[in-house]
């Protein structure tokens, strides 16, 4: 079956440095969707990425969705306390699409 | 406007009982979906509901079964609990199917233990 890997699992980030985290699918998806969850909290709705090829950029945030939609990336410039959390990477591939979700980045900022 | 709104908030269960979960989603939103959060992972998908019918369901045993009524609202039922069932359960509401290129909408979450 169909299964999203999301890499790293964990980041430790000093404040105002840059990171990337990755996702891969097994399978070509038709778009895919970024979550964050704040720890003790429910993941909220960041971007969706749905052309070949996609950049899509939020302030400090740029995402992009690869050729093949098979993976994608989220890179954090210039990380702030504020994006502590878990990033997650959900995949969809059908019209009535389930989320398919990665395990998610857990990123640690440290002042 | 109230977002997406899940009962209880905490439970404790022991194992065989049965459990209910309910979810009132956006209002205007007609698909309703339940994914279940272990600590440490990614949520993992257990229905979804688009106007009352079921439109996905993944690998979940028979134990698990849910409805959508007609006001949009949706239970999630779980019958013979195990100990592996303790778990964030969320509730993500959209304006339709989430394979439309709608975002989903996520609840609190149900935090279930079974003991």
């Known amino acids: 079956g169909q299964q999203v890997m999301q890499i790293p699992q964990y980041q430790h980030v000093q404040e105002g440095e840059d990171f990337t985290t990755y996702c891969n699918s097994s399978t070509t998806l038709s778009n895919i969707q970024w979550y964050k969850q704040r720890p003790g909290g429910h993941p909220v709705f960041l971007i969706q990425l749905v052309k070949s090829g996609e950049v899509k950029k939020q302030k400090r945030l740029t995402f992009q969705f690869g050729e093949a939609k098979k993976n994608s990336s989220l890179h954090i410039t210039a990380t702030q306390t504020t994006d502590v959390g878990t990033y997650f990477c959900?995949?969809?591939?059908?019209?009535?699409?389930?989320?398919?979700f990665g395990a998610g980045t857990q990123v640690v900022v440290t002042p | 406007d109230a977002g997406v709104t899940q009962s209880p908030t905490h439970l404790i269960k022991t194992r065989g009982q049965h459990v209910t979960l309910r979810c009132s989603p956006i209002?205007?939103?007609?698909?309703v979906s339940w994914y279940q959060q272990v600590l440490g992972q990614g949520p993992q998908f257990i229905f979804q509901?688009?106007?009352?019918?079921?439109?996905g369901r993944g690998n979940f045993p028979d134990r698990f079964s849910a409805r959508q009524f007609p006001n949009y609202s949706s239970e999630l039922n779980v019958n013979a609990l195990l100990l592996g069932d303790s778990a964030l359960y969320l509730c993500?509401?959209?304006?339709?199917?989430?394979?439309?290129?709608?975002?989903?909408?996520f609840g609190q979450g149900t935090r279930l233990t079974v003991v």
């Open positions: 509901y688009y106007e009352k019918e079921e439109r």
């Open positions: 209002s205007g939103h007609k698909s």
């Open positions: 959900a995949g969809i591939t059908d019209s009535w699409g389930k989320l398919q």
């Open positions: 993500a509401s959209s304006r339709g199917p989430v394979g439309w290129n709608t975002e989903a909408f």
